[in-house]
């Protein structure tokens, strides 16, 4: 089992543990006192809650998936944490993908004007990327993600022996983020994911673990150096605003999201080479190769080809209108050279439509 420790500018910490039967160990981070109650992803329930001992109990299900981010399953979980006693130092724990976290996130920054957090993430996605960094929230009809609020987990425990249930289509969703935050590292994490290809589409813990250990790093290191999402933390955002408009465009949960972050990313690589920003031109081709190898579309009419959806230029650029981190006209976040990434670049007219007309 990894163990380590992120500190948080804002004060306070989140251990994390990661490796095979992780969950048995989470007794650990639950004070005695103040009570306890586990928000769990319906469908991760049955698969895996036992594996938590008698913290499975009491336990909340919520609908599986993108379905529990809504306000009824927000006031369900918090009428739940009162009717279970729990006081202001008492823990709620999270278990399942994302989704379900971001919900238990939320419900316990409010709880009580916010109570401790533990989460046990059980897709790639969320133990690379949803479990850290302190954000929460719930989508509205007019978008995603409209209502949250910050929170960091006191402790994340990922057990790897629950992703060898996640569906293809959902481990490939994570190696999407996972190739997304290796272009932001840099090379020694981007030649580990080249080399441990194979090993990774077959979801070996061995493979998985030091590159779920280097992402999660990576991330409270960019999040620490911007909690609130003012600036720095935007190169998280690499791929997203195409991404978002995909998403969007095949119907929200038609797609898993790593698999749009993943055509994001070749997209955002082949913008910056079209506008002389990208430093390392064969990293566009290095790119589309890998992911390739780790099962996820590597470009856009690849993607066109598997959804059978048309994903219409004019209705992608206004989708990425729309994408939430427009402010005063469409800005990207560009890959300069691996490891390297731009903030705030303006693609210049009639760059975008070309690219994404089906070739
Ligand atoms: N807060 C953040 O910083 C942050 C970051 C990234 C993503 N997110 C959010 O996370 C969500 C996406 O997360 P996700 O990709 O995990 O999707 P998800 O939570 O919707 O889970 C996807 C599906 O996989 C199933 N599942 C999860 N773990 C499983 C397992 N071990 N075995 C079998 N089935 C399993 C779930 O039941 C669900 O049907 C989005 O709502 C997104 O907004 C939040």
Redesign the pocket.
Known sequence: VIEFKLQHRSGGATRVQLGAGALSAVAASIPPSGGRALLA?R??AA??AQRLGELAEPRLELE???AC?SFAQLERALEFLAVQGLERGGTVLSL???????LAGLAAALYMRGIALVHCP??L??MV??AV?G???INLAAG??LAGAFHHPRAVYMDSE??R???PA?LA?GLGEVVKTALIAGEPLYAQLEREAPALVRAEPAALEPVIEACVRLKARIVASDERDLGPRQVLNLGHTFAHALEREAGYGAL???IAVAVGLVLALETSARMGVLREPELAPRTAALLERLGLPASLDALRARCACAFEPAALLAAMAHDKKARGGLRLVLPVALGEIARELAPPPGLLEALLAPR
């Open positions: 992803d469908q991760v698969l895996h599986a998936g993108e981010k399942g993908g994302g989704a379900a976290l971001d059980t897709s996605l969320a990327d949803a960094g954000k929460a929230a995603k993600n629950t992703l249930s996640l569906p959902e969703s898993p999201h790593g």
